[in-house]
């Protein structure tokens, strides 16, 4: 059984760099895509990026020039920096897993990062 | 980017009743369209892909349809673990976009 697992600070300041981790158990996150996707409280999903096994990445222009993904296949892990925050950007982020680029077959539970002074 | 347009923004049915979704997207996006479902707490959960393609496990009182730029999800007879959240999401364009959202609620 796959499992999806977000991790990393629940509070970040505004300007600051926000660090997520996402860790796959129960299979191996080679042959996956792995995809950020965040939700700000009462509002839609919206799609951050991914982050192929190989490291390419492809992100939402919106965002792109604050977002970095990388993936480390040894750990089973890839992960999320976003950086020079505000308050727009609190929201349940979530990391998530598919065989292709635009699907997302595993999620994780989500992980809400607020920002605030 | 596509923009998606749900309607309408909260229904309000009893269990038993026919639910049915709508979802316009701002240009061609055929067959490019995934219906998402989501409760509180829980991370959305695709229903259907493709405009009219079942994922894996999904009830078949779930069915969508549509072509072009107007989609529909049908939920033929509700449940009470149906009442929640629904998405449209398209994958024709880049970025990946998700419509505002229906929430059926129990009338």
């Known amino acids: 059984q796959v499992q999806l697992q977000e991790s990393g600070p629940g509070l970040v300041k505004p300007s600051e760099t926000l660090s997520l981790i996402c860790t796959v158990s129960?299979?191996?996150?080679?042959?996956?895509?792995g995809s950020w996707i965040r939700q700000p409280p009462g509002k839609s999903p919206v799609w951050i990026g991914y982050?192929?096994?190989?490291?390419?990445?492809n992100y939402n222009f919106s965002l792109k020039s604050r977002v970095t993904m990388s993936i480390d296949t040894s750990k089973n892990q890839f992960s999320l920096k976003l950086n020079s925050v505000s308050t727009a950007d609190t929201a349940v982020y979530y990391c998530?897993?598919?065989?292709?680029?635009?699907?997302?077959?595993?999620w994780g539970q989500g992980s809400l990062v607020t920002v605030s002074s | 980017e596509i923009v998606l347009t749900q309607s309408p923004a909260t229904l309000s049915l009893s269990p038993g009743e026919r639910a049915t979704l709508s979802c316009r997207a701002s240009?061609?996006?055929?067959?490019?369209l995934a219906w998402f479902q989501q409760k509180p707490g829980q991370a959305p959960r695709l229903l259907i892909y493709?405009?009219?393609n079942r994922a894996t496990g999904i009830p078949a009182r779930f069915s969508g349809s549509g072509s072009g730029a107007v989609f529909t999800l049908t939920i033929s007879s509700l449940e009470p673990e149906d009442f929640a959240i629904y998405y449209c999401?398209?994958?024709?364009?880049?970025?990946?976009?998700f419509g505002g959202g229906t929430k059926v609620e129990i009338k």
């Open positions: 129960g299979g191996s996150i080679s042959g996956y895509y």
């Open positions: 999401q398209q994958r024709s364009m880049w970025p990946l976009t």
């Open positions: 998530a897993i598919g065989r292709a680029y635009d699907s997302w077959d595993y």
């Open positions: 982050i192929r096994y190989s490291g390419d990445t």
């Open positions: 493709d405009a009219s």
């Open positions: 240009q061609n996006i055929s067959p490019y």
